[in-house]
């Protein structure tokens, strides 16, 4: 193979896809799906070191790599890219500031040895790395124009996730159970997480339309709502948390943790449509602030927090029957 390459041959069934989704084919001038190449067998390479692609023949010649045993940066790889028979980064692979890539796909791609990163790569309208089971953070920030975010088999991740993108990015991912250290996502139409239990760090949850975690059992650090694009969160099976809980500044109508049991502190404020609260099974926090939510009765404060009141942390609720009371609404 090329300097820095060893090579193998791998086969490949013919007329298999190659699994580049419809998404992807899309981009290219409206072509259908298709099938791969119906050769038998290819002859692929394991490159070692880093490898950047800087131009178009440096991302031709990244076609017959399976593995790249260092880092992998597409910082000049304009239109579509499709990496159909890459399979291992051993450290990070990023598209950094100014990347012109619109598509990027990587069907086989399953191991990352550090980070996924994108940042500001603002003509970036999909990410497809279906098959990606291992990487260790994903970082997505300053993506603009993502509308499509595929990591559909990632089960864990060993350290964090922080995506920033747009309200036009749904991201689900079925299969992820764990977060070693923080979840910090924003400006999301949707984030969807159905099999995540635990969360080692923070949660910072700001501007997602649509945030669902229906088996979230435990953050280690403190969970924050945030922003006047969040409208729906749900966490029913959530017990602990580590740090503070904070909900401000959102569109919730509803802010609901029927299972929390354990929290530091509570704070509440600012909510312009909030006005229902369920804290039913909580037993201990160090106290607990709601204020300025015009439309939170002070009846329903008192029923689900008026043991973690003082006097003073509760006002400029919405005034019932149960203002002042002995909590201390007022």
């Known amino acids: 193979g090329p300097d820095g390459a060893a090579s193998f041959t791998i086969g490949v069934p ?6 580049i989704d419809v998404f992807v084919q899309a981009a290219e001038t409206g072509a259908q799906p298709g099938v791969s190449p119906t050769d038998s067998t290819r002859v692929l390479g394991v490159y070692a070191g880093d490898y950047d692609v800087v131009d178009q023949a440096s991302l ?12 992998l940066s597409l910082r000049i790889a304009p239109g579509v890219v499709q990496l159909p028979w890459l399979q291992a980064v051993g450290q990070d692979l990023d598209l950094p500031t100014g990347a012109t890539t619109t598509v990027f796909s990587a069907p ?13 790569a603002t003509s970036l309208s999909a990410v497809s790395l279906p098959a990606l089971t291992s990487v260790t953070d994903v970082h997505v920030t300053g993506a603009s124009a993502l509308a499509w975010l595929d990591l559909s088999a990632l089960d864990s991740i060993t350290d964090g996730v922080a995506i920033q993108t747009s309200p036009n990015v749904v991201w689900s991912a079925p299969l992820l159970a764990t977060i070693g250290t923080t979840l910090d996502v924003r400006n999301l139409g949707s984030l969807s997480l159905p099999a995540l239990q635990s969360v080692g760090g923070s949660v910072n949850v700001q ?16 969970f924050s709502v945030q922003g006047a694009g ?8 959530l017990r602990t948390i580590g740090g503070n809980l904070s909900c401000n500044l959102t569109h919730l109508s509803t802010l609901a943790l029927p299972a929390l049991t354990d929290v530091q502190a509570i704070t509440i404020g600012s909510n312009a449509l909030l006005t229902q609260l ?4 909580l037993q201990s926090a160090v106290g607990a602030t709601v204020s300025a939510n015009p439309q939170l009765p002070d009846c329903v404060i008192e029923a689900e927090l008026g043991a973690f009141l003082t006097v003073g942390s509760c006002q400029n609720n919405l005034a019932d029957a149960c203002t002042p009371y002995p909590g201390g609404c007022l």
Not at 207 to 222: K, R
Not at 278 to 281: A, M, T, V
């Open 230 to 237: 969040a409208s729906t969160l749900a966490a029913p099976s």
């Open 60 to 71: 031709d010649a990244l076609q017959d790599q399976a593995e790249i045993t260092g880092s």
């Open 14 to 19: 013919a007329q298999a896809p190659l699994g």
């Open 278 to 281: 369920d804290f039913g099974s």
């Open 108 to 120: 086989a791609l399953t191991h990352i040895g550090r980070s996924f990163s994108v940042f500001l």
């Open 207 to 222: 501007n997602d339309t649509q945030v669902d975690l229906p088996v979230l059992d435990s953050v280690g650090g403190p």
